[in-house]
């Protein structure tokens, strides 16, 4: 059985509900990670396009700081980071996270809640994040998890237990 711990960014509260779902069913830790400058309700607007998530969403190389002090992670052998997808993609702090992040020899699995996208992009984007920091660490399908049923089969297929 492999340690896991799940680490998650939720602006509302519906990220933080299903990551601790899966950290229970997994029975694994759970850390919540916070933007050094947190979001407020104008700053979470997509539909204008100068708030500042449309601003950062669209800055493609651009990283948004996380003012956590993360847990030592050596004793774990699986990392699973959840989010909610904002423009097809995990919020910019994401990258930053995993910036921070000593995943060598270590497998990475990210889950999203999203009103309306799939998990594609997202998952391109963790790929592509890891390959910039040159972690040798495997990365699993990710997935959409916005209800019990999808959460389920997701972590089925992980096959984490």
Request: aromatic share 8%.
């Amino acid at each position: 059985m492999s340690k896991s711990i799940v680490f998650y960014f939720s602006a509302t509260n519906t990220t933080k509900q299903r990551a601790e779902k899966v950290a229970q069913k997994l029975g694994a830790d759970l850390f919540e990670i916070h933007a050094a400058k947190p979001y407020s309700v104008a700053d979470l607007d997509w539909h204008d396009p100068q708030s500042r998530t449309s601003i950062e969403q669209h800055q493609h190389a651009s990283r948004v700081a996380i003012k956590d002090d993360l847990p030592d992670i050596s004793s774990y052998d699986t990392v699973l980071i959840g989010f909610p997808i904002w423009w097809g993609i995990p919020p910019r702090l994401i990258a930053d996270l995993i910036d921070h992040l000593p995943l060598d020899g270590k497998q990475l699995a990210g889950f999203a809640t999203s009103g309306s996208s799939g998990f594609d992009r997202a998952q391109s984007y963790l790929e592509r994040t890891v390959k910039e920091n040159n972690a040798a660490v495997q990365v699993l399908p990710g997935a959409v998890l916005n209800n019990d049923a999808q959460m389920d089969a997701w972590l089925k297929q992980l096959n984490l237990n």
